[in-house]
């Protein structure tokens, strides 16, 4: 099971080893983004502070209100903490990272690679300096451990982590 489509390389792994795949569509992931119950001062988040907090032109920024000037640029009327940002999700090698990035930052970066303030190479990425994690286990367990966390992990891992997180609302609009 996976939460993307079979990539090239792996139907070429498949092949080298005589494993005919049979993709059977069953349902859409659900990504639940979220931070420490302690953090109240976020509730609800737009792609575009998303996008500001984790895109590519957010490399380097460590505390949420740093994120703060890009937000408002792109529209956000979101006001960030003066906080830290530990920001934690699934690496490279996860569906739901690749989710994430389709559903959450691509339609921003598709607007700024139009608008020349990243390349096209840029969209389809995020930011490179985050805890990346490959067990969702352990991406609750440092969103816990951070009152100023943010992160991200399909739906049924935020569930099952109860009050020890909190689900951010995400807005429809900036």
Same mark, same amino acid.
């Given at each position: 099971?996976?939460?993307?489509?079979?990539?090239?390389?792996?139907? !070429?792994?498949?092949?080298?080893?005589?494993?005919? &795949?049979?993709?059977?569509?069953? !349902? &859409?992931?659900?990504?639940?983004?979220?931070?420490?119950?302690?953090?109240?001062?976020?509730?609800?988040? @737009? *792609?575009?502070?998303?996008?500001?907090?984790?895109?590519?032109?957010?490399?380097?920024? #460590?505390?949420?209100?740093?994120?703060?000037?890009?937000? =408002?640029?792109?529209? @956000?009327?979101?006001? *960030?903490?003066?906080?830290? /940002? #530990?920001?934690?999700?699934?690496?490279?090698? +996860?569906? =739901?990272?690749?989710? *994430?990035?389709?559903?959450?930052?691509?339609?921003?970066?598709?607007?700024? !690679?139009?608008? %020349?303030?990243?390349?096209?190479?840029?969209? %389809? =990425?995020?930011?490179?300096?985050? +805890? +990346?994690?490959? #067990?969702?286990? !352990?991406?609750?367990?440092?969103?816990?451990? +951070?009152? =100023?966390? /943010?992160?991200?992990?399909? &739906?049924? *891992?935020?569930?099952?982590?109860?009050?020890?997180?909190?689900?951010?609302?995400?807005?429809?609009?900036?």
């Amino acid at each position: 099971d996976a939460s993307r489509p079979i990539k090239e390389e792996e139907i !070429a792994t498949c092949d080298e080893n005589g494993i005919e &795949f049979i993709e059977l569509k069953v !349902a &859409f992931d659900g990504i639940t983004v979220m931070t420490n119950p302690a953090n109240d001062a976020v509730e609800c988040v @737009s *792609f575009e502070d998303l996008y500001a907090l984790m895109g590519p032109e957010s490399e380097g920024v #460590d505390t949420w209100n740093g994120a703060q000037a890009l937000a =408002t640029e792109l529209g @956000s009327s979101t006001t *960030f903490p003066d906080a830290s /940002l #530990d920001l934690v999700g699934p690496g490279t090698e +996860s569906g =739901t990272y690749d989710s *994430f990035i389709e559903i959450a930052l691509d339609p921003v970066a598709e607007v700024r !690679a139009e608008e %020349g303030a990243i390349t096209e190479d840029q969209v %389809g =990425t995020m930011r490179k300096d985050y +805890s +990346s994690q490959a #067990d969702d286990n !352990a991406i609750i367990t440092q969103i816990e451990g +951070s009152d =100023t966390s /943010l992160g991200w992990v399909g &739906f049924a *891992f935020a569930e099952e982590a109860g009050d020890g997180v909190k689900e951010l609302q995400i807005a429809a609009e900036a």
